[in-house]
Every structure is written in C-alpha cells, then in structure tokens.
C-alpha cells in the first residue's frame, strides 16, 4: 500500500509534456473519506513544482517541436515543382 501512495505521490509532482492535463486530475479529487486528508495533500502537489521544471519542459516540446515543423518544411519544400 505505501508503495502505490509513493507512487501516486511522484505521478503528482512530475512535470511532463502534459503536466497541465495530470495536474487537473489530481487538483480535482473529490474523496469520501479522508481522515488522514491525503487527497487534500495531493491536491496540493502539483501546484507546488518549480517553475524552473516548468519552463524546462516548455523549452525541451517546445524546441522538439520547431524541430519536426523545420523538417516537414523542409520536406514539403522538396516536392514543390516550382
């Protein structure tokens, strides 16, 4: 048991490409019972990553990304007959 909470814990704080859409489902738990107020903590979690994270992120899908457009640029370029 206290390795699936670990886990849920570190699934929380990760900081990803989708960051965004996983912060959401933790950020919206509505538990049943929580006397030890989990839920409250991990609800938490998300909000409390570095902003260093987050733009590291952004820097890294962002670049990969101008990177794939280049390329289909590039690409398209050559099959144009003019």
Do not use: H, T
Request: net charge negative.
């Amino acid at each position: 048991m206290s390795d699936n909470i670990s886990e849920i814990a570190r699934q929380a704080a990760e900081v990803d490409d989708s960051w965004a859409i996983k912060a959401g489902v933790f950020m919206n738990i509505l538990p049943v019972y929580d006397p030890g107020r989990f839920f409250e903590e991990l609800s938490q979690m998300p909000m409390r990553v570095s902003q260093e994270a987050i733009r590291s992120v952004m820097r890294e899908f962002m670049g990969l990304n101008a990177w794939y457009e280049e390329l289909g640029i590039e690409y398209r370029s050559k099959e144009l007959p003019f």
